[in-house]
């Protein structure tokens, strides 16, 4: 028997101590909007969010992510707001990825 929170986290005590105990619906969160797109190194989809009570507020209503399949062990995604550009912190190390993706990657991605 599970119960669920205003703010849409479902609390459900488990008998298995691996299986966490407070979780989010389906129906909460984002959907990708149409189909993923192929980049070179991965893909892009739209995000809509679906509509359910917000956990922190001011959710942004249409997100992009961007994935990469950078080496066959180094899988990286990031979500930005398409509409608004917004400052990211500069890194002297962390370099805009170059190159094609992983031909034989150790992980499964599922959107």
């Not at 609390?11 to 691996?18: G, K, L, R, V």
């Not at 001011?58 to 550009?85: C, G, H, S, W």
């Amino acid at each position: 028997q599970s119960t669920c929170s205003l703010r849409g986290c479902c609390w459900s005590p488990q008998s298995d101590a691996n299986v966490p105990w407070c979780f989010f619906s389906p129906n909460h969160g984002y959907q990708v909007r149409g189909s993923e797109r192929s980049t070179e190194a991965g893909f892009e989809a739209t995000l809509d969010r679906l509509p359910s009570p917000s956990l922190f507020g001011n959710d942004i209503q249409t997100v992009l992510l961007t994935a990469e399949y950078q080496t066959n062990n180094r899988f990286r995604f990031k979500i930005t707001d398409p509409n608004a550009k917004r400052f990211e912190v500069p890194h002297e190390h962390v370099k805009p990825f170059q190159g094609s993706k992983a031909s034989n990657p150790s992980y499964n991605v599922e959107v």
